[in-house]
């Protein structure tokens, strides 16, 4: 751990203590790292040029920068897309493979996105810009705008609402559920279900300190807008899971589950994917005051 963070570790013989109380900080950079490995996932498409089938294999990646100074938010789109093994399908040095089935894309959001928000007494908003502006940008912030607050807190730019008892001490193999309102805890947002929490060990994480629990149970989705600006609906089964939150601050820097899902993107009358089966997710944060 960090020595000047771990100095604000509440730690006892009796467990560690999960803090709420110190002050956020107002001006700090987040970079977030969203990966998805579909383990021969069947794939429904609908469009308006047609329906399609498919089984898929392969790893779904979204990169992005985000940053608050004051009330200003700013977020950059460094990557999403399908991760392409060369190795297995196109052209690599010369060696053509056989195709591999690919993933359709359905965000909003491309690669070099650049975004910003500003906060005021009507909450937030995207302030008017001189020259033209990039369609892609145009639609990938009115996808986010409706639900910024919840992205700000579900990737750290701004503390989670819903955080463990500030009385309460961990020890490892102790156990908690959450169910209706505290599902926030960990799926910020429109969020159902049962999870079951088993708290493990302190860990640092780039000399963060942090707890980290096993996580399973049921969890749905609904209305969840990604970093890439994808809008869906999603019901799945967490297998088994870890995630690794803040001893100092409500705050999640890592998750990964192993999950069983059926999840649909896509709204009115433009194109729609439903995916079904088992999926990797890891969401990693690097966190920055």
């Avoid at 009796?14 to 998805?36: H, M, N, Q, T």
């Avoid at 993933?103 to 909450?123: D, E, I, K, T, Y």
């Avoid at 990737?155 to 609402?161: K, S």
Wanted: with cysteine.
């Amino acid at each position: 751990m960090d020595p000047a963070l771990a100095s604000q570790v509440d730690s006892a013989a009796e467990g560690v203590r999960f803090r709420r109380d110190l002050a956020f900080p107002s001006e700090l950079g987040v970079r977030v790292i969203s990966r998805r490995h579909f383990k021969n996932v069947r794939i429904s498409s609908r469009s308006a040029i047609g329906n399609e089938v498919m089984s898929y294999s392969g790893t779904w990646e979204d990169v992005a920068s985000l940053e608050m100074k004051g009330g200003d938010f700013l977020l950059s789109l460094e990557k999403s897309g399908e991760v392409i093994d060369l190795t297995k399908g196109g052209d690599t040095e010369g060696k053509t493979g056989p195709a591999q089935p690919r993933m359709p894309a359905n965000g909003a959001g491309a690669a070099g996105s650049r975004l910003r928000f500003v906060s005021g007494s009507q909450g937030w908003r995207i302030p008017e810009t001189k020259g033209p502006v990039e369609f892609g940008n145009m639609v990938l912030g009115q996808e986010i705008l409706p639900t910024l607050p919840r992205l700000l807190a579900s990737q750290g730019i701004q503390p989670r609402t819903q955080w463990f008892s500030s009385s309460r001490r961990w020890i490892g193999g102790d156990k908690f559920e959450l169910e209706g309102e505290s599902m926030a805890l960990l799926f910020p947002g429109k969020s159902e279900g049962k999870v079951t929490l088993t708290y493990e060990a302190a860990e640092a994480l780039d000399g963060h300190p942090c707890g980290r629990f096993a996580v399973t149970g049921d969890v749905t989705l609904k209305d969840d807008v990604s970093l890439a600006g994808e809008a869906s609906n999603t019901e799945m089964t967490i297998r088994s899971g870890k995630v690794w939150c803040s001893l100092i601050h409500p705050l999640v820097l890592r998750e990964e589950y192993e999950v069983v899902q059926t999840s649909e993107t896509g709204s009115g009358k433009g194109p729609k994917i439903r995916i079904q089966g088992e999926v990797h997710q890891v969401v990693g944060r690097e966190w920055k005051p």
